[in-house]
């Protein structure tokens, strides 16, 4: 109980309030979410890992640190790129 508290202090809930991740900003939301490897994000979204390199240095996807990618926020990320991509025609 004590860390649900110390997250709700630091995020700025009060107690009893219900946290919705769409209402939060990227970086705290990255913050929320498990972390992955490249090749389990690979895993995740049915790309190669090389693939998922290119996407990040193309700012589609984020990585946390070293290796670590923030999984719930890179899977929403890939399906707005998809999403932008289809309406684009590319």
Not at 14 to 43: C, K, T, Y
Request: hydrophobic content about 40%; aromatic content about 4%.
């Amino acid at each position: 109980m004590a860390k649900k508290a110390a997250l709700n202090i630091a995020i700025g809930i009060g107690q009893g309030e219900h946290l919705r991740l769409g209402e939060l900003n990227e970086d705290l939301r990255a913050l929320l979410l498990p972390f992955v490897s490249v090749q389990e994000l690979g895993e995740l979204l049915d790309l190669m890992p090389r693939r998922i390199q290119q996407l990040t240095d193309e700012q589609v996807l984020v990585r946390a640190g070293r290796g670590l990618y923030p999984a719930g926020l890179n899977v929403s990320r890939y399906v707005s790129y998809l999403r932008d991509t289809r309406h684009s025609g590319s």
